[in-house]
């Protein structure tokens, strides 16, 4: 009986279809040509739902393509909003250092166009700061004229993420 209802289930389950696939990805309406999400159905946010996170980017993404560290923050604004939270409830910060720097340079001081631009003028629009760390600054030769508009440097990483621990930010670990 128990090896009967075992197999009903197996069955069962291999003959659901499948839920959702890259399809089922939707571009957001915070940052509308980056960061696809799914928000399952029925899954919601109180609109007054207030979140303030800073993300740690210090993986460079590759020379040629947008950086998924860069994109993950569009996904959280697209897919918060999409969940019913206010926009205006989402306050974001980009902590950047080391590698990364790259990522945010200009097309002058690369020496090649940068895929993120793009990213970074919408992240920007949307209410996002994004500061480099001015260590990582002094250490890889970049200079607040290499950067894309918008972006700032700062003391460190160290610091920045200690003032926005203080400011409410809590760390995004992904």
């Not at 009903?8 to 399809?23: I, K, N, R, S, V």
């Not at 918008?150 to 809590?170: D, W």
């Amino acid at each position: 009986m128990i090896r009967s209802a075992a197999c009903a289930a197996a069955l069962f389950t291999l003959a659901m279809p499948a839920l959702a696939g890259p399809e089922a990805f939707q571009p957001g309406t915070v940052v509308p040509d980056y960061g696809k999400v799914f928000v399952p159905e029925g899954v919601s946010l109180p609109a007054d739902t207030v979140m303030k996170v800073a993300f740690d980017i210090g993986e460079a993404g590759p020379a040629d393509a947008i950086s998924r560290r860069l994109e993950t923050p569009a996904r959280f604004l697209n897919m918060h909003a999409a969940a019913g939270v206010d926009p205006a409830n989402l306050h974001v910060a980009l902590v950047v250092h080391g590698a990364a720097g790259r990522d945010l340079m200009n097309e002058e001081a690369r020496g090649a166009p940068n895929p993120n631009a793009g990213l970074i003028a919408e992240l920007l629009a949307a209410g996002a700061t994004i500061e480099l760390c001015g260590q990582t600054s002094a250490m890889r030769d970049i200079a607040a004229e290499d950067l894309l508009p918008g972006i700032t440097i700062g003391l460190s990483s160290m610091s920045t993420h200690a003032v926005l621990q203080q400011e409410g930010y809590t760390l995004n670990p992904f």
